[in-house]
């Protein structure tokens, strides 16, 4: 995806805390998401935040926003080996006659036993 | 289940040949749009609609044609498939052109073009 940036990998132990990182580009951005893919599925909505919070929690999911530096993060707390699955940030531009998201090029979490 | 039906979920193609990816939603969601998916580079927008007779390009529109006869279909179409359209395509949908609301994702086709 263009201008949206994560890492690509993070492998965490069960229990722990998982943290993946995303940075964009466009400040004019009034939504961003985070999706999960696992395998041969499609991708899912985990949950999503808009530009003027600073944070979302939800249930075991944790979104903080910092507008300064553009950079997103999703926490996920007491990660399970069922949280193991590609993660997507993305935001969301106007585009011509509508809008698209524009997506990361995914985090792959491992969780570990 | 209401939501985003893809078919087919597995296709080999030759090249040159044609071919449609169907989508339906049974959501009543204006806004449609085709995705494909590749390795390292996250997913990139191919064709998206508005509306019923509504349709615009995404990013990388190229070899692909889209139409919105109905609300509920929106056919993806390969003119002359090439290897370069190896990939696995996403239909998403959305109320509210997706803002707030995310999209709802079909699960995807996987298209292999030897």
């Known amino acids: 995806g263009e201008d949206v940036e994560q890492s690509l990998f993070l492998s965490v132990r069960e229990g722990d805390s998982s943290v993946i990182n995303c940075t964009y580009t466009?400040?004019?951005?009034?939504?961003l998401y985070w999706y999960k893919q696992e395998p041969g599925a499609g991708l899912q909505l985990l949950t999503y935040?808009?530009?003027?919070?600073d944070m979302k929690q939800d249930q075991r999911l944790t979104v903080l926003l910092n507008k300064k530096d553009k950079h997103l993060s999703l926490r996920i707390a007491d990660t399970q080996t069922g949280d193991s699955a590609i993660y997507f940030c993305?935001?969301?531009?106007?585009?011509?006659?509508?809008?698209?998201?524009?997506f990361g090029q995914g985090t792959e979490l491992s969780v570990k036993p | 289940n209401a939501g985003v039906t893809q078919t087919p979920k597995f296709q080999v193609l030759k090249t040159g040949q044609s071919m449609t990816l169907q989508c339906a939603q049974d959501?009543?969601?204006?806004?449609m749009s085709w995705y494909r998916q590749d390795p390292g580079m996250g997913l990139r927008l191919i064709h998206y609609?508005?509306?019923?007779?509504?349709?615009d390009q995404g990013e990388v529109p190229n070899g692909y044609n889209v139409s919105r006869s109905t609300t509920e279909d929106f056919p993806l179409r390969l003119l002359s498939a090439a290897p370069s359209q190896t990939s696995v395509y996403f239909c998403a949908s959305s109320d509210l052109q997706g803002g707030g609301y995310g999209y709802t994702f079909g699960s995807g086709t996987r298209l292999t073009v030897v």
């Open positions: 935040i808009f530009s003027n919070m």
């Open positions: 609609s508005v509306g019923a007779g509504i349709t």
């Open positions: 993305a935001e969301y531009r106007f585009y011509n006659q509508g809008g698209k998201l524009i």
């Open positions: 959501m009543n969601h204006e806004y």
């Open positions: 466009d400040s004019s951005s009034t939504y």
